[in-house]
Structure formats: structure tokens, C-alpha cells
């Protein structure tokens, strides 16, 4: 304990680091009050915060930090500009142009930024639209003014939200984008803690099961830090070099190839599929009431679960495929010389990591499955749904990667400073990073 305090009277002794932490909460602090600024020409009294507590409303209610039930100039959060962002990471699959544009650093990134913006700009409007007509009820202004009105505000609240992700990561600590996503997530956290503590002391279980429930939830997040933190390290040696009278390589580092590389992209993926169905029974009241329909859209069902699962394993594989290039890996080892030993360098090293991923990505996949499916069935074992989606799923794992990703970053300003981490690992992983197939060196994992 007495080294945690020292730990935290360090971080605050650098000024960059404190003057980024600062930075980081006061910007943080903008978009919560912003969070509660009802629309214009929406009658606050009127608001019905259980419209947006279940299925996808509550989902998108969460990501938005609650300010999507209470109609707030930022009700869309930023999930435009991760939707927007997501279209242009696909592109950059399929189309010649975008490919090019990946490729050519930083100026190829400025541009892409740019093309994430405009078409945040344009999904924004969109969703702005429908949110409009299917949410917005209690008005104070007619028609068609009080759409204009409301649509140009929820996108330059969308906007701005883009701005200040942008300015935390820029002048605070850790990723902006995260950080604001796990801000909203937390928010609700204590109303469903109350919710589900109330629920038990005055229905069934008290006291007891309540306590049961709090390190069910311990135990699963220490689960999901296992699965975001797992890495399986390939050994590379390095050829040794003489340079007038200093010498070059000749040591053996590693690669650390995670074991979930896809992160939290196969589950969002899998739920947009899931949401599917629902929207076909709305759309098409007359099959409604179809069995196979009922089923998919209940998140309870076991039959919606295991499809659910399956597209999560299916949607990883998909993924850590896109994003993970063992030729790329391959080729930039043999610039520099490297080679893991008893592989031969070229194909033979790129056909090696390729497999080394496709089997600890099969766990990883089936791991995300349990972790992404763990909400529903403690909502059949009596939790309170709110709660419950804080036990796995997209919530939890943002929740779990930000932080660490965040600690990670403040460890790197402690270590830079010869001061000790927060974290026991830090300094010995640190050693063990090697060059990716991008040419920069990964956090510690």
C-alpha cells in the first residue's frame, strides 16, 4: 500500500504527466455536463428514462453515457464516428485508393482522418433523422422546424464529442475516443448497482446473493484482463552487425502476438447481425409472431446465444485476419536481418506466424464467445438486466481494455523518469517488444 501512494505521489511530482491528467478530466468533465443539456425544444418533464432501458436502446443508452434516453444535444455519443471509422478501416481492404493511402504514413493517416470525418458528418445526419422521429416525442416547436433544429444539433454534438476525443489524446493521457465510450459506461454503473442492491434486500436473495454477485463480477473481469492481456511471444534472433567499432544485433527478442487481436470488433460485429431479426418484426408485424423470430430476438434464448457465440468465433477469425499481416511480419524481419530460429526467413517464416496465430486465435475467439453470452445468463439466474451487462460483453471489455491501455500509458511516463510503475510487469515486457509488421514497437501487452 505504502508503494501504490509512493507510485501516485510520483505521477504527480511530473509535470506532464500531471498537467495531462488534469487536462484529461477537465475535458471529460465538458462531456458529462454536456451529457445533461436536454435538446432544443424538447420538453424536459416529459422524459421517459425507461424507454431506453432494454434490447438495442438500452445498449446504444449505455455507449452514450445515459444521454441518449435524456434526448441530450449529445445523445449520438460517438458512435457515428466509430461506425464511420469502421466503413473506412473496410475500405482500406477492398478498394486500390484507400489501400494506397494506408501506405503512405503520415500524410496517407491525415487523409483517411478526413474521409472518417466527412462520413461521421453524413452517418450522423442520418441517425439524427431516425432518432428524431422514433424518440423524440414531447416537443415545444412544430414541425419541420423542430427536426432541422434538432438534427444540426446532434450532429455539431457528435462533432464536438469527435473534438474533444481528439483533444485528450492529443493534451491528456490514453485515447480519447476509449475514454469517453468507458466514461458514459461507468455513469451507469452506480444506478445499476443501487437498482440490483434494492432488488435483493427488499425481493429474493438479500444480502448474501448480492455479495455473490459482486465477486461473480470480480472473477469475470479478472477472466477478461487475462484474455485482452493474453500474448504468446515468438523468440526472433537478430544477425549481428559491425558498424565502425560498435556491434548490432546479435540478441533475441520476441514478438508478442495476442491471443484476442480482434478486441472488441467481433462482438460489435455479431450484435449488429443480432439485431436483425427484432427489426424485421417491426418492420413486418405479420411474421412477428414467428417462432424462429421470437427466439433470435429474445437475448435470453438459447437458441439466440449459441448463433450469437458462433458469429463471434467466425467474426475474430474475420478480423485478426484483416488486421494481422504474418507476410508483412515476415518480410520486415528479413529487412532487418531477423529470423526465428529454425524457420527459414521468407514464406517459411510468414506460413509459421500465420499458424501460430490460427491456433491461439481459436481459444481467444472461444473465450470472447463465453465472455460476450456471460449477461444473458445471469439475467436468467435473477440479475437485474442493467447489472447484468456489466458481467461481459462490449461494456466490459472496453471497460477492461481502456484502463488498461490507459495505465499502460502513465506507466511509460513513470518508467521514462526512472521512477517505478504501477504495474510489477511493465519493465520486463518492455524489453521483449520488437518492431511490428507497421514498423513501431507495441505497448507492453
Not at 464529442?161 to 489524446?169: A, N, R, S
Not at 514464406?347 to 496465430?357: L, M, N, P, R
Request: glycine share 10%; charged share 15%; no cysteine.
Amino acid at each position: 500500500m505504502k508503494k501504490f501512494f509512493t507510485t501516485l505521489s510520483n505521477i504527480w511530482k511530473i509535470e506532464d504527466l500531471r498537467v495531462r491528467i488534469t487536462n484529461t478530466f477537465l475535458f471529460l468533465l465538458i462531456y458529462r455536463i454536456g451529457s445533461f443539456i436536454v435538446l432544443p425544444g424538447v420538453d424536459p418533464s416529459t422524459l421517459d428514462s425507461q424507454k431506453t432501458k432494454e434490447g438495442l436502446m438500452g445498449l446504444l443508452n449505455m455507449f452514450a453515457g445515459g444521454s441518449f434516453g435524456r434526448q441530450s444535444i449529445f445523445a449520438l455519443g460517438v458512435m457515428p464516428y466509430i461506425s464511420a471509422s469502421i466503413v473506412v478501416q473496410l475500405l482500406g481492404i477492398a478498394v486500390p485508393y484507400f489501400q494506397k493511402l494506408q501506405k503512405e504514413g503520415e500524410s496517407g493517416r491525415n487523409k483517411l482522418n478526413q474521409w472518417t470525418r466527412y462520413l461521421t458528418i453524413g452517418i450522423t445526419a442520418l441517425q439524427a433523422i431516425g432518432y428524431v422521429k422514433s424518440q423524440v416525442s414531447a416537443r415545444l416547436i412544430g414541425e419541420p422546424y423542430f427536426t432541422i433544429l434538432s438534427v444540426f444539433v446532434l450532429t455539431a454534438g457528435t462533432l464536438f464529442v469527435m473534438w474533444l476525443g481528439e483533444k485528450i489524446t492529443d493534451k491528456g493521457i490514453g485515447n480519447g475516443i476509449s475514454l469517453i465510450i468507458m466514461v458514459g459506461i461507468i455513469a451507469q454503473l452506480p444506478g445499476a448497482l443501487s437498482n440490483e442492491f434494492l432488488t435483493r434486500i427488499n425481493g429474493s436473495g438479500g444480502l448474501f446473493i448480492f455479495i455473490v454477485e459482486l465477486v461473480a463480477l470480480i472473477v469475470v473481469v479478472m477472466f477478461t484482463i487475462l484474455i485482452v492481456q493474453g500474448t504468446r511471444k515468438i523468440a526472433v534472433q537478430y544477425a549481428k552487425r559491425i558498424v565502425g567499432n560498435k556491434q548490432y544485433g546479435g540478441v533475441r527478442q520476441y514478438i508478442p502476438l495476442k491471443v484476442n487481436a480482434a478486441g472488441v470488433m467481433p462482438i460489435i460485429f455479431a450484435q449488429a447481425l443480432m439485431f436483425i431479426p427484432a427489426t424485421i418484426s417491426q418492420f413486418f408485424p405479420s411474421i412477428a409472431s414467428s417462432s424462429v423470430l421470437i427466439a433470435l430476438s429474445d437475448y435470453t434464448s438459447w437458441g439466440h446465444n449459441l448463433l450469437f457465440a458462433v458469429l463471434i468465433i467466425v467474426f475474430t477469425f474475420f478480423y485478426t485476419a484483416i488486421t494481422v499481416n504474418p507476410n508483412q511480419m515476415a518480410d520486415d524481419m528479413k529487412k532487418n536481418n531477423g529470423f526465428i530460429p529454425g524457420i527459414k526467413p521468407g514464406k517459411a517464416t510468414a506460413e509459421f506466424i500465420d499458424g501460430v496465430i490460427s491456433r491461439i486465435t481459436l481459444p481467444g475467439s472461444i473465450f470472447l464467445a463465453i465472455i460476450a453470452i456471460i449477461p444473458a445468463i445471469v439475467t436468467l439466474a435473477g440479475v437485474n438486466n442493467q447489472f447484468a451487462r456489466f458481467f461481459g460483453g462490449t461494456s466490459l471489455i472496453i471497460l477492461v481494455g481502456v484502463v488498461l491501455d490507459t495505465l499502460q500509458q502513465i506507466e511509460s511516463h513513470l518508467l521514462m523518469r526512472h521512477y517505478d510503475g504501477l504495474m510489477k510487469t511493465g519493465r520486463i515486457q518492455g524489453r521483449t517488444a520488437v518492431p511490428t509488421a507497421s514498423g513501431t514497437t507495441p505497448s507492453a501487452i
